[in-house]
């Protein structure tokens, strides 16, 4: 297995900003939606690729579990919604495709993977399996639109390739099994 030093540092510095940047989020509906998380997770989509992204959004997710500011929900909503963007970035290398990822990963897919983790891990007897999506959906399309504005300005002042052909040069280290 290659080990992208760049990427891993990159994937590092993402995450402290997600940590950091926690406390900026709103209530909606019976969750408190966190649009950075989703700007993160389309940038490590398109800079990173699948198995960065979900790293980044695990460890994202439980730094924030441990410190107290984010819940159990942030796991299959921000890993979902990363993994997907990625994966859909990376057959088509097409900006959109890892937004519409993003979209469908956390707010469909993660807002419905909540649904057993509200009833079972979290006692919410309340959560139904459509509970989460629509607050999700609103998360991840303001992330998404916020993304859409950084990477726009990226790509059009040419920094977007500049960056990209950082990240994917950097020196590789083999890990031995």
Do not use: D
């Amino acid at each position: 297995m290659r080990i992208n030093i760049r990427k891993l540092a990159l994937a590092g510095m993402m995450t402290a900003l997600g940590v950091c940047l926690s406390n900026f989020s709103f209530p909606v509906g019976v969750s408190r939606c966190f649009p950075i998380q989703h700007l993160l997770n389309v940038l490590s989509g398109v800079f990173l690729g699948p198995g960065y992204a979900l790293g980044f959004a695990f460890s994202t997710s439980l730094l924030r579990n441990l410190l107290g500011t984010g819940s159990l929900l942030a796991f299959p909503g921000s890993m979902v919604g990363a993994v997907l963007g990625a994966l859909l970035y990376q057959n088509t290398k097409k900006l959109w495709t890892a937004f519409a990822g993003e979209i469908m990963g956390t707010g469909i897919l993660g807002g419905m993977l909540c649904y057993p983790m509200a009833l079972l891990l979290m006692g919410n007897q309340e959560a139904a399996l459509f509970t989460y999506v629509i607050p999700f959906l609103i998360s991840s399309a303001g992330g998404c639109v916020l993304a859409g504005i950084l990477l726009g300005s990226l790509f059009q002042s040419g920094t977007f390739h500049y960056l990209k052909g950082i990240v994917e040069e950097s020196p590789k280290i083999e890990r031995k099994r």
